[in-house]
């Protein structure tokens, strides 16, 4: 989903733009809702904004709830049980910090489509790149619009396709060669069927699953398949690039392939950051990945060679997203795995201090050294990524200057980031980007001129090749445009060169 | 602070009593919010269920302000400017979930006490054991109360010795030998003074810091010394036991020890679990202490010397409690450390679904096995303690059911807790310890009873003299009496002897 | 439309009662709802109280919305956006202030007719005059309603003929024989054909108009011809008295004369103060109406042979309402015009004080002198007529006053106001009407009578012949009943009739 | 006020900053709410957006109540029957549009001060240019604000300063020498006192009034003249620049002029365009003025001695700002004042139809020609100034294209405006001013450019020596700093050059 905005808060991590979560029950009198409630828990790490479910009624409406806040206070013991339905999707949007005017239900989802024709609901997972276009199409042939999110540009789309027609599968095929981007949706009609939808590269995942007992049978779309194994469900597989997945109580699951593309483009971050190590993403475990971007980083260490350090080291975690990468590291280097660094579960938010210190002091109330473990010690400290560098700099100077540590050397299991995203990460732009910015200044020293400023006393980055083969797949079966500055859809590749060009011309 | 109070959710770690922060600053216009909104946020592990300060003004007023909720949500910008002083205290108070009626704010701390003579604020930690008996006598003297609490009563007991006087190191020395019990507490009296005392037997940890700049010079007082790393302060010392400290613009710290006790009862559990690996108690570093635990455990298990299993062993810590131990289990036994568990860091409340299989439910929405990492695995599971032991239980069964581990092998870093905490701690009675309640009915067996009942293949407990060992210090210093039966406090000891006549009778 | 109602504000002016618009467009995809936003914000001036719209779509189906409202309000974005169709018509309702139990929405229009036969949608301008009748009628066969209006007893006696036919001229040619009074009208059928009709002797205004753009086209019915302008469109010709306009997509305009009249009665008071000035009405341009009425009022004027005032005056309008008419007349004098009292345009509703004072601190509320323009000057004031006189007494108070004029010239453009209007005008009694009330006490000094409780120093109406004149149409062509109390209708004059003898009677 | 906003309408006219007013009557139990109703909705021309008011009640306590929407909306019945009190001060804040996220009641005015120390109620008009600087150093001691407002720095900097006093003057003193800017501002005190106070160059108007009767007095203070005319009062005098007035029940008024300057800088606009013509600013008529500036342009004008244009020439205002003006110009030509363009008094927001005739069509529903007036005319087009030009582009290409007007003379009684305001008017930068920009880019040719982009057939704006000789102040009482790009405070000059450089360095 894409909305503008502007954050006044440090953005030290990308964020992932929505969750998306539906179940079908082949019994009408059985209520979804808490299948809603625990897939979307389970989903929660991709967006805490806001939370929202749309409830189809066996007898023909939908009726949609969503506001701000995590699932478990908007979906209070009230309102399930105020929706009953037997067919459902869910949708969690990521936090827009300090994006006002988007508290408004509007801005969203699941979109519920409801004119004097047409009804059903839409949750999705993605950016639609050409929305302007598509929406600018559609004033013109007098459709009025009350956001200015992808999400209603493509809803409205589909209402426009499905006037007069109830022949589902074909308006999401006609929309689909409308709709430039990434998208994996979920759309659920007022008869109760469920489609769902990922766009012809594949960008962001989606799968299905099924739960059977002795009393009723359901199936389950979700963005990952965590979600599945918490609702209890058995995961069936992926729902494949362009593939349309018809999710009906009369016909079981029933699926067509409506766009085929040579390439696929499935997002590298999703096993480096985003998603949960216990999914399994177009088959690959995500955990595994992580471990295994650990050990090829061990391999690779020139600092293990050196005896006086790796008889001094200790493996450390930034918590909570390095400590995979650091149990495989830890591993391979035959070096202790020890948490040198305690976080407060409790800060979400931070209260900033006026003046120069306050970014030291914002990462301490989140982050604080144990001095009796890191204190003269070498620390070799992992983590997934470096998106601004500063947060990564401010912990490296906690671990020095409270902890004592007498080196730091800091592991990135990700290949530099250069690039933004434009397919659905709230990744900065190139210049805000601490590898994108050094390339441009420092050509092929930039790695050097990033530790500088980071303040490690060595730096080591995971290589794109190491990544692809601890991911299992090939260039052509994964989007690595934030590491290349390479986009999979031409439209994207002319957007990110036009914005590429502004900011040399600043510099 | 004690409440009486019936949970209807299941409790599955014992839960520390609340956490306090007081703050004094020299500049008279300098306004001290921040620093207890830093503070509080640091200690908000020892509570969650409400938040509360008390401010001094220069002026002489003292204004007090508590919410329940966690500290973000409570100190809000509105508040943080609304609340100016240069002197302040602090608390979180731990969730007595369920306990309606108590969303008073009568209930939370600190207790501003202000009648027509005398006025001042005092938070604490702890539970005063005699409190029923001092209450009746001030009843009988006119006080009128109005709460169940005890810390009601430590204030009024406070507010009568102070009628007439201003010497409040005095009016302490004669409340403390009035109350029987643990007690950490700051006083903050009307003119800005602050005084921290801690029982004679020294049960909760307290301790002072300091933060000086060119323009000003404050004085800090935290539960833990994490709280004094967040605020940008150095720790100077612990409270001693029996210590009252004087915090004061004019004086600077003046400390006398009003009670001495040849013995000290240090809570064990402090160590084990409740505090901060980032604290430093009683010149002991809780992070080294858990390292050592997880060494003391690996040097005891039988299983390291089977080598089938030790070759298909894989560390696996119950998060996040697990960590620490875990790590310094498999730095000493030489085996990879691994995470085999995904926990959902968002749920905090868990939806219960009706009927029987609602247990393993709400540890699913918790905690994942990593099906890739656990399969045919030997697990070493670390964890820090089991009360009742059904969550443990069904952690196990989701490793083996769901994960496909081929054994799991239990370790826990703490020993049986047999007996209830009067001290503080909210333990449920002998006979829900699953520990307890076993040793009573099997005897020296209950060890296999409790490995069977839990499901592990083995299972292995530290032993009181490793825990001992593992924290530096000896049994006349530490309160072991969840472990041991007994208490360090005739007036609990005979206390507890009563409950546990009562539950002999019973089966 | 007809209302029974009793207002507790003052009523200064004639209140107009509903303007109608309808479009359509040859484009089924296209829809035309902004049309209809742009259409009824033009003649909001016609009605301010609720806004309704109904919009057929392609499937054959009828929408309604409305609201109390302006139309800003009511068709905000979100309903823009939820509304389509190529087809529609619209309707503003004047401000029944004060008549609770009419923010219903059945009292509100367009009034959409759907029984299980027959469905369409009706907005109209006017008043049934015999519409207790019919509806006693209907009510013996078997009729019932929901409301007190003329507008349902039309829509319910146009159902009733069109059972069983779909020849909806022929249904409005009977229907227009049964109806006595003045209706000009919009009629939506379900399936996208709209009727526009005006009755026989063509008291309110309504017309037709055209867009043709390469991709589409369009027909629009208004009120009045600047809603033409307003959406865009060019203005083809009014709809004449008697006439039904058919507007189809499949037929273009197609019309018929159904009733022919020999006299029209087109009403004066649209030219004189309802409608706007940009608009042209049966072919004559309302802003020039006004101009030579300010002229004609000039020639007349014995005061302007006066050099001691001639030479000290300065012609100022009651703003809003008075300017065009002072522009003539400064004009036609050689006089300065200039703007001398400042009207407060956020002034919709007035707080009434209590006490005697409260109608001139109403008035002042509105209206300011400016003393600095004002001071020592021969005032010439110039206004479009005079209901009560409360109002003007107050301005003329003003002006002297405060603003500190030296002599106050009122000058109306319309002849005195001495019967009600049975039309669709909100006309107070003739007892309640200045000039009524007055020429029965006083006879043919009335006007003497007027100036002396107004205020003024000279007081100057317009004649009936320069009235007529400035139109540019014959008495058999205009209404002018409110002046001379002859009303075109029978049914009408009786009325009057019998209600002039009771005033009678009383005084 | 100040907040930081993007429109996303498109923005015609500068808009003013705010309108505040007070009153306060020496009988404690009459409440002066309605007289706070009555004064604002005089005032409300000066900010739309939201209406606030306190009040403070003989027990010593303050009541705030403020919320979105204009004087009449918010300031209900239910409202001024709840809120009761002898001494109040009101607030209308100026329309940011499409600035969400100031719905909040904490951006809006009065700001009403209450910590645990003081409080006071505050309203202002104007701007803080120090804001930032201020906010920092109070950052510093520990102040936190919830808005990104000036009008909350100034009321923490007053708390700040006074608190342990009671000495309003002197506070008001020591903040207003820390306070840059444009300030008039009303102060009221939990004990009822009010202090007006203007800052020292005198920015912003601000006048006191007085109403006696037989059982009360009554003291006001007002942005405008024209608010104490409305409620009935009288005006005494202004608030001097730099000066304090103190209005109290027990006193009476009392005043000091604290800060004194060689130069006044009273803004030149509020005679151009936004005070109401009725007021009365330091001793001068606004009314007057605009006239006097309609005799210079008539005098200056080359055209009026060209007979074949003059004999075709019609005076034509833009509706309303043009109107007095126009007056002028009428009567110094010898012309004919003719209103040739009908405004829709309804349209407040503008609907915006997508395409590129969006602009043309917006500003058509606002003003439509009127034909039958323009037509083969000379139209002497007169507004008050041009801000981007675009509405005026648009207005005469209606002229022409709709209305058939022959020539379009543009007369505008502003000089050109070239550079932005720093002072509290919502001016865009000098890159978006039509004037400024293109006097950068074609030097003294500039306003021929203006015409032809414009679409005039002639162009004529006032000179900068006749708009001063109209208004009766010479520069030194004035700012003109929008005309000259010369700031009267050297803070703001700075601000503005280095602007300026950015835009230079861009085109």
Not at 429 to 450: H, N, V
Request: hydrophobic share 35%; with cysteine.
């Amino acid at each position: 989903m894409h909305i503008q905005k502007k954050d006044k808060f440090i953005v030290n991590k990308p964020k992932e733009h929505c969750a998306i979560f539906g179940v079908t029950c082949n019994d009408l009198g059985f209520s979804v809702t808490k299948y809603l409630y625990q897939g979307l828990i389970a989903l929660q790490h991709r967006g805490q904004e806001s939370t929202g479910i749309s409830i189809s009624t066996p007898g023909g409406k939908i009726y949609t709830y969503k506001r701000n806040g995590l699932v478990p206070k908007v979906l209070n013991n009230k309102i399930l049980s105020k929706y009953w339905g037997n067919v459902g999707i869910g949708h969690n949007r990521y936090a827009t910090t300090g994006a006002t005017g988007y508290k408004s239900t509007d801005y969203m989802q699941p979109f519920h489509f409801n004119n004097n024709e047409i009804e059903f609901s839409i949750a999705f997972n993605g950016t639609i790149a050409n929305f302007d276009e598509i929406k600018k199409n559609m004033n013109e042939l007098g459709r009025v619009f009350i956001t200015d999110t992808d999400t209603e540009v493509m809803a409205q789309l589909i209402g426009s396709i499905a006037l007069g027609t109830e022949d589902w599968p074909e308006v999401l095929k006609i929309a689909s060669k409308l709709l430039d981007g990434s998208y994996s949706l979920i759309l659920m009609t007022s008869k109760g069927d469920i489609y769902a939808m990922r766009d012809p590269l594949g960008f962001k995942p989606l799968c299905i699953g099924e739960l059977k007992d002795s009393k009723k049978n359901l199936y389950f779309v979700a963005s990952e398949s965590c979600a599945i194994d918490v609702v209890g469900g058995i995961l069936l597989r992926d729902v494949k690039p362009g593939e349309i997945v018809h999710l009906s109580h009369q016909k079981d699951i029933h699926s067509e392939i409506i766009l085929k593309s040579n390439r696929t483009a499935l997002c590298q971050f999703e096993f480096v950051y985003f998603s949960r190590p216990d999914s399994i993403i177009d088959g690959v475990s995500v955990a595994e990945v992580r471990f295994r971007l650990g050990i090829n980083l061990a391999k690779n260490d020139p600092i293990l060679k050196n005896p006086e350090i790796k008889e001094n080291a200790i493996v450390v975690p930034v918590p909570d997203s390095g400590r995979s990468v650091a149990v495989g590291y830890a591993k391979e280097a035959g070096l202790p795995y020890i948490e040198g660094l305690m976080k407060n579960r409790y800060v979400h938010r931070t209260f900033i201090m006026p003046g120069q210190e306050k970014r030291k002091i914002a990462v301490r109330e989140k982050l604080n050294p144990i001095k009796s473990i890191v204190q003269g010690k070498d620390v070799i400290l992992l983590d997934d990524s470096i998106v601004r560098g500063t947060t990564t700099q401010q912990i490296i100077a906690l671990l020095k200057e409270k902890g004592g540590a007498k080196r730091v050397h800091l592991r990135i299991s990700c290949p530099p980031i250069i690039s933004p995203c434009y397919m659905g990460i709230d990744f900065p732009t190139k210049e805000e980007l601490i590898a994108g910015r050094l390339q441009i200044l420092y050509g092929e020293q930039y790695l050097e001129e990033i530790q500088k400023r980071i303040g490690s006393d060595t730096i080591l980055y995971q290589t794109i090749d190491d990544l692809t083969d601890a991911i299992g797949k090939n260039k052509n079966q994964l989007c690595l445009a934030c590491l290349t500055g390479e986009y999979p859809l031409k439209s994207i590749q002319k957007l990110a060169e036009m914005e590429s060009s502004i900011i040399k011309s600043r510099s």
